[in-house]
C-alpha cells in the first residue's frame, strides 16, 4: 500500500475515494466546511491526472435507509466550487442512479454518491452483509482510494472491506493524519502536553490512561473536569457528571503524582444557574462551586494557568472545548486556549486540534486552520490511536491480500 502514484496511471480509470464529508448543517445550509475543504486535495490531484472520480462518504448517523435531513445533496454545491468543476450526483448510493451517473463520467469528471450509511450495509456487523454492499461498491470502480481519516477507525463497508476488493492507496488527507499521529506517540518532542475538554469523561478514560505514560502535562477542561473535582471531593453543584468514573479520575490523580506526570485542573470557573446563553454568571473559586448552579467554562484565572502550562511546549495535542463554546458567556476559556497554542505554533511548536467540536470552535471564534500546526478531520480516530488502538481502516490497507 501506498500513495496515490502506487496506484500508477489512473486516467480514463474509475477510482472511487472514500472521503469525509460529514459535515454539520443547519438545514440545508453547511455551518462548517472544513471537511469539504479538506477533502479537495486528494479529489482534485485525481481528477486532474485525468481519473474518472467517484467520490462517496456518510453525513449523520442514519439507520441504514434514506433520510432527506441527511441526504449529501447540499454538499454538491460546495464540493464543486472548492474543486472548481462541476460533480454530478448520484441519488442512490449503489443502484440505478450510480451506476448511470458513474457510466457518464469522462476523464477528469467527478461524482459523488449518496450518504453510504442509506445502505445498511456500510455499518453492519455482520461480515457478509458488509461483504454484499461492498462487492456492489466495487464493481463501480477500478480502484479504491482512503481519504476519510474520521472513519478509518471503523470496521466498515466503505474504509474496511472495500480494501481488500480493489487496488487500494491511501489519499493525502489519511498519509498528512497518520504522519501528525505517529509525532505525537512515537518520541514526541517535549515538553508535550494534551489538553482534553468535552463533555463525558468516560469518553477519554482509554486515553488518559495510555497518555499517563507518555505525555509530560494533562490539562482538563470542558465537562470533564467536574468529575475530576468531585474525585478531589469539592462540591460540583449541578454541573455534568459521571459518577461512574469518579474512582478512575482518582486513580489517575493518583498515578500522576507518583509518575511525575502533571495533571492541571482548572482554578476557577465561571457557573451559571441554567445552560442558557442568557443566564446569571458568576465566576467563582474551582472548590467553591454553589450548590444550585453548574459549571459551563473555565475561568480567567484558569485560562491564564493553562496559556503559561503551555507555554514552553513543543508538541500539544487539543480535543475538546474547555466550555460551552457556542454560548457567548461560556466561549473565553476555549478561546484563550485557542489563542495559546497559536502563539506556541508560531514558536515552532507542533499543535494538532483535533476532533469537530474543537475544529469548529477555533473557526467560529475567528481563528484560521492556517495558525495552528494540524487540524485533524477525526477526532474519535485520533483518540483511538492514542488509546494505542489498531485503526481498523488503516491496518487494511498496509495487508497483502
Not at 442568557?278 to 444550585?292: F, K, M, Q, R, S
Request: some cysteine.
Amino acid at each position: 500500500m501506498g500513495d496515490l502514484s502506487s496506484l500508477g496511471d489512473v486516467r480514463g480509470k474509475r477510482v472511487l475515494v472514500r472521503s469525509d464529508l460529514n459535515v454539520p448543517l443547519d438545514g440545508t445550509t453547511i455551518t462548517d466546511d472544513g471537511r469539504i475543504r479538506a477533502s479537495v486535495p486528494t479529489i482534485s490531484a485525481l481528477a486532474e491526472a485525468g481519473a474518472r472520480v467517484i467520490v462517496c462518504a456518510h453525513l449523520g448517523r442514519p439507520k441504514g435507509a434514506p433520510e432527506d435531513k441527511y441526504s449529501l445533496a447540499p454538499v454538491v454545491g460546495r464540493l464543486s466550487d472548492l474543486l472548481g468543476r462541476p460533480v454530478a450526483f448520484a441519488t442512490d448510493t449503489v443502484g440505478e442512479s450510480a451506476r448511470a451517473t458513474v457510466d457518464a463520467l469522462g476523464d477528469g469528471d467527478v461524482a459523488l454518491l449518496e450518504n453510504l450509511r442509506f445502505n445498511a450495509g456500510e455499518t453492519a456487523k455482520v461480515d457478509e452483509e458488509r461483504a454484499e454492499f461492498a462487492d456492489a461498491l466495487a464493481a463501480l470502480a477500478d480502484a479504491y482510494v482512503s481519504d476519510g481519516f474520521g472513519v478509518v477507525h471503523r470496521k466498515q463497508a466503505s474504509v474496511y472491506d472495500i480494501a481488500t476488493r480493489l487496488p487500494s492507496a491511501m489519499g493525502g488527507l489519511v498519509a498528512t493524519e497518520v504522519d501528525v499521529l505517529k509525532r505525537l506517540t512515537v518520541d514526541p518532542e517535549r515538553p508535550y502536553a494534551v489538553v482534553l475538554g468535552g463533555a463525558k469523561v468516560a469518553d477519554k478514560l482509554a486515553v488518559i490512561d495510555n497518555l499517563m505514560n507518555t505525555a509530560d502535562r494533562l490539562l482538563i477542561g470542558g465537562g470533564m473536569l467536574f468529575t475530576f473535582l468531585a474525585a478531589q471531593g469539592h462540591e460540583i453543584g449541578k454541573s455534568l457528571f459521571d459518577a461512574d468514573s469518579v474512582d478512575a479520575c482518582r486513580d489517575y490523580l493518583r498515578r500522576a503524582e507518583e509518575t511525575g506526570v502533571e495533571i492541571v485542573l482548572p482554578v476557577d470557573v465561571i457557573c451559571g444557574r441554567e445552560f442558557s446563553a442568557d443566564t446569571e454568571t458568576v465566576t467563582v473559586a474551582a472548590d467553591a462551586i454553589p450548590a444550585d448552579m453548574m459549571g459551563l467554562d473555565i475561568g480567567p484565572a484558569s485560562a491564564q494557568l493553562y496559556a503559561e502550562k503551555l507555554a514552553d511546549t513543543r508538541t500539544v495535542f487539543w480535543n475538546g472545548p474547555m466550555g460551552a463554546f457556542e454560548m457567548a458567556p461560556f466561549a473565553e476559556g476555549t478561546r484563550r486556549l485557542a489563542q495559546a497554542l497559536v502563539d506556541v505554533t508560531a514558536q515552532g511548536a507542533l499543535t494538532v486540534v483535533g476532533g469537530g467540536d474543537s475544529a469548529a470552535a477555533v473557526r467560529q471564534l475567528g481563528f484560521e486552520d492556517a495558525q495552528f500546526g494540524h487540524i485533524s478531520t477525526g477526532g474519535g480516530a485520533s483518540l483511538e490511536y492514542l488509546e494505542g488502538k489498531e485503526l481498523p481502516g488503516i491496518a487494511i490497507l498496509t495487508k497483502e491480500h
